[in-house]
Nanobody, 120 residues
Framework: QLQASGGGLAQAGGSLRLSCAASGLTFSRYVMGWFHQAPGKEREFVAAISWIGDNTFYDDSVKGRFTISRDNAKMTVYLQMNSLKPEDTAVYYC???????????????WGQGTLVTVSS
């Protein structure tokens, strides 16, 4: 089970930090990803991090602004979002998969989603 939190309202240029706490799975054996879904659009890849956090992957739209990290002892993955833009507005989902994928299909576990709204 994954539980996402940390969403909310931010102004353009501001920051938010999302968290995703895992339970009931061997956390360190899963690649963790963040996806977002804007109204009327498909769910899209944002970032992912390898099992022990030594490799990170980002969509071009967030490179240099977002940072994904994980704490395996706390079974939690984070998404630090800086320099937010109105186009970042979406529901953000965390997800777990045994191997990296940039596509939502195949992820074994999903969080419930947390809404991020960025005002201009």
């Amino acid at each position: 089970q994954l539980q996402a939190s940390g969403g909310g309202l931010a102004q353009a240029g501001g920051s938010l930090r999302l968290s995703c706490a895992a339970s009931g799975l061997t956390f360190s054996r899963y690649v963790m990803g963040w996806f977002h879904q804007a109204p009327g659009k498909e769910r899209e890849f944002v970032a992912a991090i390898s099992w022990i956090g030594d490799n990170t992957f980002y969509d071009d739209s967030v490179k240099g602004r977002f940072t994904i990290s994980r704490d395996n002892a706390k079974m939690t993955v984070y998404l630090q979002m800086n320099s937010l833009k109105p186009e970042d507005t979406a529901v953000y989902y965390c997800a777990a998969r045994t191997h990296l994928s940039y596509y939502p299909g195949g992820y074994s576990y999903w969080g419930q989603g947390t809404l991020v709204t960025v005002s201009s």
